[in-house]
């Protein structure tokens, strides 16, 4: 019979704890917003659109002055100022620049938004305007969310050109050649469908030793004819060493993920 003073000792057993998420701090967020803070980038988007024009009363949602007037300092937005000589503040509008547009085609969907239960507002109006431009185009959701087959004539165009890592890039291979050739790999590391990111990383090591600068080049000209698109890895923790050998710079800022979407 086993008592209480010979029954067996159980080893104590550490208990596995996941390390912490690192947190971003401020500078994280500024440099993920191309040198926008959370709050700014919040009230830009409100401008674009729900109130580009509007005064603060007629906004859908509460904007923090500050950021506002840090957005006028990097010539983001402008303020025109209202009709009481002695409070021009009163009514002022807010008008959106050509910077900030700028802004948010070449960053604005990769940024980082303040923590603020006004966000709701600004999703459904960036839904709204969503439906209406694909409504007007003769779109469905899925042409941007979904993966889908790539045509068969891009799928053909890969299975006919294998490019094993290491093997040798053409010489002197024509820009349009070299898209081809990068469509080919990004197939190949997709399984034959777009509209899927893949890490450079993964990317690079198709195209075997086509020179890294013509490569950067083709895939910023991609993004710049709007068949593609760069975007970060917005959580450090997943950061992988040969994710820092593959970044790309795109306007001073990093890229290391990769979507075809035509």
């Not at 596995?16 to 959370?38: F, H, I, Q």
């Not at 970060?232 to 993920?257: F, H, N, T, Y």
Request: glycine share 8%.
């Amino acid at each position: 019979m086993t008592t209480k003073a010979n029954a067996p000792k159980r080893r104590a057993t550490k208990k596995r704890t996941r390390p912490a998420p690192k947190k971003r701090t401020p500078s994280d967020v500024e440099r993920a917003n191309g040198g926008l803070t959370g709050k700014q980038v919040f009230a830009l988007w409100a401008l674009l659109l729900t109130g580009d024009g509007k005064p603060l009363s007629q906004q859908k949602v509460t904007l923090d002055r500050a950021a506002l007037k840090g957005l006028e300092g990097a010539r983001m937005i402008s303020i025109e100022p209202g009709i009481r000589k002695n409070d021009p503040a009163y009514g002022a509008k807010f008008h959106v620049t050509d910077e900030g547009w700028v802004w948010a085609n070449r960053q604005g969907l990769a940024a980082t938004f303040a923590r603020t239960s006004s966000a709701a507002a600004v999703l459904e109006a960036l839904l709204a305007r969503l439906a209406k431009y694909m409504e007007v185009h003769g779109l469905a959701l899925d042409h941007l969310l979904r993966p889908r087959p790539a045509a068969p004539e891009a799928t053909a165009s890969a299975a006919t050109r294998p490019e094993a890592p290491g093997a040798p890039a053409p010489r002197a291979a024509e820009p349009a050649a070299l898209e081809d050739r990068i469509l080919a790999a990004y197939l190949r590391v997709t399984g034959g469908v777009l509209n899927e990111f893949v890490r450079l990383a993964q990317l690079r090591a198709q195209l075997g030793e086509a020179p890294a600068g013509a490569v950067d080049e083709a895939l910023r000209q991609m993004q710049r004819q709007g068949g593609a698109v760069l975007y970060p890895i917005d959580d450090p923790q997943r950061i992988r060493p040969e994710d820092d050998a593959a970044a790309l710079q795109v306007s001073g800022e990093r890229r290391d993920l990769f979507c075809i979407t035509r």
